[in-house]
Structure formats: structure tokens, C-alpha cells
């Protein structure tokens, strides 16, 4: 065993919590109160959410860094994502992590996307301490939710050490966390104190040389591509040679032309950096996450991020539409492949791969939800695209076909368990466990293939009337358990090109629900509506009032439309057919055959 040593100057700290439990929030009082900011500044809320899609949709999507001083000690913090779907990033933050703390609601309790997050830390043997947050809420079950966070730990083979955490109560908000329920409402002092106490400093060896492990990538446009990660051993000046371990052990030559460390949000430049701090090293292009920077004189690589393997599978291509290039920068397969590739290297859940047809690429990824994300980010920066479903990675073990399972946990009013017990019943789903504590809600628990959540959330929300919660994690591969419907209604689809016109769409309206309003325009091959039967129908939205001579005896009726709901990118995607396209550009979003031509998809229906 090496003679291990400890940088008492550093903690670095990840922040595991469920979507809406109160992580920014107790970022931000975190930062206000080590005095990162001098008083009266303007601070905007959820520093740490800066990206616009994290702000509108109150989710962490990327794993961020920052940084605070408590008592001359450098507090790291590693912001998670709280969505299984970002299972990549949870594996890059926690391994620049010596601790966690373990953000619960007081009402909620624990629930799965925490779970998801905390096994990873608990196999990453990091020390844990609990937040009960939320406090001052009027359905706060305080000693409820401690029991089931217990239960928890017990449930994912936590050690007798790890049952051993410390425990604080919250209310982020206020910027408050004491060590007893009864204790006054004073400041957030007791969190930090019991983190300097709880987490141990960064170990490291004092024999070895430099080695950093490269957890996250940045760009610049000064400096180029960043290398971001932890220093695991030893020391690297500025302008010091060093090399690059990549996956193939090939060692790529570097010269540090710039070192930084995080202080508060912000980077700051050092001349050098030591065990245990989190730097950002420029100086190197062809760098991957999981690499090893190291010295020359000794080369030693350090062991790779691991990242589980992707379940879902979904094809972007160049937007082939009449439509197409009219409203996006970026239309060519060479721009959205660079930027796929792009994408690639700052995330390692993701993988790209190249077809035989060069306009089109599939990706793979761990959720349809990090899909969506990735091609909402990709419009709004200007590219044009289609995206097909998505679709499930199957695997094939001894001629048997394996399918990637969900662990689903449903909570919800228990008038409407009868009708999410049937759909999802329909999509293979199997009830595992139910809970009714005879507050008029219940959780039932389910074992799901992946493919029977897709396109399941927009239903749910309906069946439930907004006030059910549905979350799942990935619970490993099991064998298929057969065919069931995706949809049951066909599409309507235009015939001709043109502009939809309000007469056309009022006579259509019998015919099914519309998703375009008058005035839009219209392509052979778009589908401009949902069929109320099973059937696609092929239409003429651009069909407009024959005029006469003759004079009907009372006024003509006024054209009156039911108002269309825009199309969200998520429902979209749950909508299509395996037939069908999602059309992307930074305005619109539209949905089309894949074979635009009526005659053509009526000789290949025939040749079915």
C-alpha cells in the first residue's frame, strides 16, 4: 500500500439531489455566505443553471464547477445532474469528488434519479452527508424521510462507515442548516463546518509524479481546448512539457501555456497547481475525457472514466424538406457532424457513428430525454436537421434478444392508479410494488422494457391531470417481452405543396386533431394532423371556397378554427413512426413522412 497523504487546504464536495429538491438554491446561499460576493452586489438567481434550457426547464443538465473559501480551506463544488439520462456527466463529477452531499426534500423524500446517483457515489466509496431540506414546508415528514434515506443506504449495500452520516436540516431558501430540528434558525456555518469535518482532504501519494485525469472538456477561443480534472499526484508549473495518455496508450506531447483554478463561478490563473486541486490546463488539442495528463520522465496512465453503456439509439440527418434552408445557418451533414463530434467529446455518455448514406448519422445515448436535449440545443444555435425516433439498443446473448429495463416509480392521486396500471400493462409493464399510506396518493413501482417510456410521459400527465410525478432509472437488460401498439391513430398528411388555407383546415377538423394553422406552409409528404382512425389520410390543405354567381339566402358561416397547440420537440419525437421525421430548424418544427412522394408510399404500402 503507498504512503498516502492528505491536502488538508481542499475539499472537493459533489452535490447529489432530485430534480426541484433545492440544489442551486443552496449553491447560491452557499456562495453568498463564504463571502463571495461583497454586499449589495447583483446576484442572479441559480448561478450554477447557465444554460438557457437548465433555467427554463429548472434541471441540471451539465455537471458544473465552483468554488468557495471557508476558513482558508477551498471548498470545491461539483454540481450533478439529478436526471439518470445524464448518468455520464453524474460519472465524470463524482470522480474528481472526495464526498457528497446528499440533498433531500422533507415532503418527498428520497426518489430515484437520487437513488441513481447516490449508488454511483456509495461505489465510489465517497463519504456522504445528509441534507434534509425544505424544512418549513406544511407536509414536511421529517423522521418519515430520515427512516427511508436509511433505508436507502441499506438498500444499495452502503457500509457501516457509510451508515454513518452526519445529518443537517435545511431550508436553502432562507440560507439555513442546523444540526437539530429545535436548534435556532441562525446561517448555513454548521454545513460548512461539518463538511470540513466529514470530507477528507484530497489523498495523494508523495512519491509520484504529476498525473491529472481529465473529467470535462472547455473551449476558448484564446486558448483553445481546455482539459478540466483533478490532480491526482504531484505538481505541473506553466510552460512545463508534460504529455497526454489517450484511450490507445499513445502519449501526445503538451506544453502547459495556461493553468487556472476556480475561484468562486469564475477561473483565475496560477503558476501552478498541486494534489487535489480541480485545474483547467490549456495547451493540448486532441484531448478525450478519461485521459491522463502526465510527466515525460515517468508515464503512468491512471484508470479510465466509466460510463454505462447507452440503451437508446436515434438517427439525425440533413433536412431534405422543399422547406429546407430557409431558416437555419448550419444545413450541410458536415456542420451538424462537427458539431455532433463536438458534442461527443464533452459528453462521454454519448457516441456518434457514421452510416452508409453520408447525410445521415446515428447517435446513442442513455435517454430520450438527453436527445431531445441535444437537438433543442443544437436549433436554437442555428442548425437545421431531421431526427428520427428513438429507439432502443437490443443485445443478443446465446441467440436470445435482450432489452435495456426501466426500474419505474410512479407517484399519483389513487383515483388515477386504475388507468396508469392499464397503459402500462399495455406496454409490458409490471407491477412490482405499491404503497398507499392513506394520504389519497400512492407510489407503485414498475418494472418497464425502456421503449414502453417512450412517449409515455406526455400521456401520463394527462391521464393524471397534471399531478402525478413519474421517474425511472435503468435496471439492466432482460429478454424481450414482445410487440406492443406505439400509437394507435394514423397521420394526415398533405398531398401538394402550397399554403394551408382556413376553409381546407375547418373541413378537416372532423377528421382528426390539426398541429398547423392557416397561413403555414404545406409540402407533399407533411403530416399536418393526427387521424382519428388507425389509417393515414392523405389531404389538401391548400383547397380554397369555389366561388359562384349564386347567393346563399342567409350570410355565409364565419370560419372558426379550434386553436393548435405549438408542437414541443419532446412530444414530436413521441409522436412519430418508425416512417417518420421530426423536421428541426432554430423557427419551426414540423413533422413529415420519410418518404415525402403519396404515390411512392402507397406502391411500398402495397409491396408490404
Known sequence: MPNKETNQSIRNIAII???????TTLVDALFRQSGLFREGQEVAERIMDSMD????????????????????????????????????EVERSLSMADGAVLLVDSSEGPLPQTRFVLKKTLESKLKVIVVINKIDRQDARVEEVLNEIYDLFIDL????????????YAIARDGIAKHALEDPDENLHPLFDTILETIPGPAYDPSMPFQMLVSDLGYSDYLGRLAIGRVVNGSAKQNEQLICIDAAEEQLPLRVTKLQTYSGLSLQDVKEVGPGDIAVLAGIENVAIGDTICTKAEPSALKRIKVDEPTVAMKFSINTSPLAGREGKFVQSRKIWE????????????????TEDRDSFVIKGRGEFQMAILVETMRREGYELSVGRPEVIYKYVDGKRLEPMEHLFIDCE???LGVVTEKLSIRKGRMSNLVNRGTGRVRVE????SRGLIGYRDEFLTDTKGTGVMNSYFSGYEEYRGDFPTRFMGSIVADRAGTAVPYALFNLEPRGRLF?????????????GEHNRESDLNVNPCKEKKLTNMRASGKDEAVI???????????ALHFIREDELVEVTPHSIRLRKTVLSASKRHVMGGAK
Open 17 to 23: 439531489a432530485h430534480v426541484d429538491h433545492g440544489k
Open 53 to 88: 434550457l437548465e433555467r427554463e426547464r429548472g434541471i441540471t443538465i451539465a455537471a458544473k464547477n465552483c468554488a468557495v473559501l471557508w476558513k482558508n480551506v477551498k471548498i470545491n463544488i461539483i454540481d450533478t445532474p439529478g436526471h439518470a439520462d445524464f448518468g455520464g
Open 157 to 168: 449495500d452502503a457500509t457501516e462507515e457509510q451508515l454513518d452520516f452526519p445529518v443537517l
Open 339 to 354: 458539431r455532433l463530434v463536438k458534442e461527443s467529446l464533452s459528453n462521454v455518455a454519448i457516441r456518434i457513428e457514421e
Open 414 to 416: 389513487e383515483v388515477f
Open 446 to 449: 414498475f418494472s418497464i422494457p
Open 516 to 528: 398547423i394553422s392557416p397561413g403555414e406552409p404545406v409540402y407533399e409528404g407533411m403530416i399536418v
Open 561 to 571: 378554427l379550434t386553436p393548435v397547440l405549438p408542437l414541443t420537440l419532446e412530444w
